[in-house]
């Protein structure tokens, strides 16, 4: 299976946060996420978590949501990926 | 039902739509995109009326004593008062679609996922705020005394009826797909998109011709 995990997570990320279409393209391993966009408030991160789960068909459990792995792209990028390979 | 509010484009034309708002924060964000989509069709001829849900928006009730069923009458009610021929429901909203007039659903949700949603959101808030909370535990606090969520307090009664309520399934269904690009209710801050106005408006006046 290719992997297009990467370039979903980018298309939520602009549904989400409104974006234009490239400037999601922009964000590397270290642009920040929950807590760096004021706009990414909980009510935000709670329906990206839940398109994340429609979309990539995978299940997120309460208690494997962290700060880590929401602060950075890097970090939620590593998560779904994971994520996906145990599903 | 005389003393609630509800925004309306009324001629007094024959073809008559209650519009059925989105629920809770999706509300807010869909306000906007709602009110374009009832411009567009009072252009093409068609009169609305978006109600509130008691006990939200300009409602003069108090939120935590209302019931899903008190709800759905409210709906009835405001169909019946606006003389409606059919009904525009969006997201949460086509829970509460009057059963008897012919409905378009837009983008519908389940009763389930829209709580489990509001109540992750709570948990993701109190973990910033470093408390513990959990979805399980939330649930069993909501269906004992209640529960703020996303800032609307809900009644025990409310939660413990919403949770397995399914849109009615005869309607006339509008998927996200139909309508292109991605649903404004996933927005962080309430957006708009004339295009996406145009295309509901669009399938909404064709299956009202």
Not at chain 2, 171 to 183: K, L, P, Y
Request: net charge negative; glycine share 8%; with cysteine.
């Amino acid at each position: 299976m290719s992997d297009d995990t990467d370039l979903m997570l980018r298309q939520i990320l602009t549904d989400v946060l409104g974006l234009k279409p490239d400037q999601a393209a922009a964000f590397d391993g270290d642009t920040g996420l929950f807590g760096h966009l004021p706009e990414l408030d909980s009510m935000a991160v709670a329906g990206l978590l839940t398109e994340l789960e429609d979309r990539l068909d995978i299940v997120i459990d309460d208690d494997e949501i962290d700060g880590e792995m929401l602060e950075t792209y890097g970090g939620l990028l590593a998560f779904v990926k994971a994520k996906r390979q145990t599903a | 039902m005389a003393e609630e509010y509800g925004l309306s484009f009324d001629r007094s034309r024959e073809r008559r739509l209650l519009v059925v708002p989105a629920l809770f924060d999706e509300a807010n964000r869909l306000r906007r995109f709602t009110v374009e989509v009832m411009r567009r069709l009072d252009g093409a001829g068609i009169d609305t009326l978006l109600p509130d849900f008691p006990g939200t928006n300009e409602s003069l009730q108090p939120l935590e004593i209302q019931e899903p069923q008190d709800w759905c009458d409210a709906m009835a009610a405001a169909a019946r008062l606006f003389g409606a021929t059919h009904v525009l429901a969006i997201r949460g909203g086509c829970l509460f679609t009057p059963a008897k007039l012919p409905a378009t659903h837009y983008a519908a949700v389940k009763g389930a996922s829209v709580l489990r949603q509001l109540l992750r959101a709570r948990t993701l808030s109190a973990r910033e705020a470093g408390r513990e909370e959990t979805r399980e535990g939330l649930m069993a606090l909501a269906l004992k005394d209640g529960i703020e969520l996303a800032g609307y307090r809900l009644g025990p009664e409310f939660i413990r009826q919403f949770e397995p309520m399914l849109p009615r399934e005869d309607s006339n269904e509008v998927t996200q797909d139909a309508v292109g690009g991605s649903g404004l209710w996933l927005r962080a801050e309430p957006g708009e998109s004339t295009a996406q106005a145009d295309a509901l408006a669009a399938a909404v006046a064709v299956s009202l011709a």
